[in-house]
């Protein structure tokens, strides 16, 4: 599996955008890359996943750089619910979702 | 329905007693994963399922554990003899494929505390 490196920790102010950047220089070329959120008391949630292109969905934007050893994820206005653990998962096919730490955003009102 | 439900949401346990947990995938969702969290931030996986059949088992420990998906039924996850390390947040997700194409749906936990 490759390894991600994400900071442990983010601050953030309320209706403000954040940008959750994760290190995953030893990704493969068929490995999607997958965010997930674990609020608290909750299992996790799933966000966003892409492969190459930016992606968009209602909760967030995935920007992957255009070698795919990073990517960010870019949570357009944070509101006190996004307070949580995020995890970025590189995922190949045929194998299971492996979390890391994961970074922990604070919001603040 | 479109959550998986996980019961009950909190067991607690003597040490050395049986306890089973219990999750109902998505319908339509034919891979079910089971993963443990002990502390937080750190998951480890269990298991996995396609349809009725153990698709991995690699993070299953033999002795205690064990698990089934039975047709028309919960998917289940048994500790025989449950040890105080045992005591942690069981998850289960379910997904329409294996592959990374496709994202986990997780339930919302049982929370094991082994006395």
């Known amino acids: 599996d490759a390894k991600t490196t994400q900071p442990n920790s983010m601050e953030s102010n309320e209706e403000e955008p954040v940008h959750l950047p994760c290190n995953h220089s030893t990704i493969s070329g068929t490995d999607y890359i997958h965010w997930y959120r674990q609020l608290p008391s909750q299992g996790p949630e799933y966000v966003i996943h892409g492969l190459t292109s930016n992606v968009n969905n209602r909760m967030a934007s995935l920007a992957i750089a255009e070698d795919r050893k990073s990517s960010t994820l870019i949570l357009h206005r944070a509101t006190l619910r996004d307070a949580a653990v995020y995890y970025c998962i590189p995922f190949r096919a045929n194998s299971k979702l492996t979390f890391g730490k994961g970074i922990t955003l604070s919001v603040r009102p | 329905g479109e959550e998986v439900a996980q019961t009950p949401k909190h067991l607690v346990r003597g040490e050395g007693q049986k306890a089973k947990l219990y999750c109902a995938p998505i319908?339509?969702?034919?891979?079910v994963f089971w993963y443990q969290q002990v502390l937080k931030n750190e998951f480890k996986f269990l298991i996995s399922f396609q349809n009725e059949n153990v698709f991995d088992e690699t993070g299953m420990p033999k002795e205690r554990f064990s698990a089934k998906c039975l047709p028309n039924s919960p998917c289940s996850l048994e500790i025989q003899a449950t040890k105080l390390e045992d005591s942690a947040v069981y998850f289960c997700a379910s997904s329409q494929g294996q592959g990374a194409y496709y994202g986990y749906t997780f339930g919302s936990g049982t929370r094991l505390t082994v006395v």
């Open positions: 319908k339509g969702h034919s891979y």
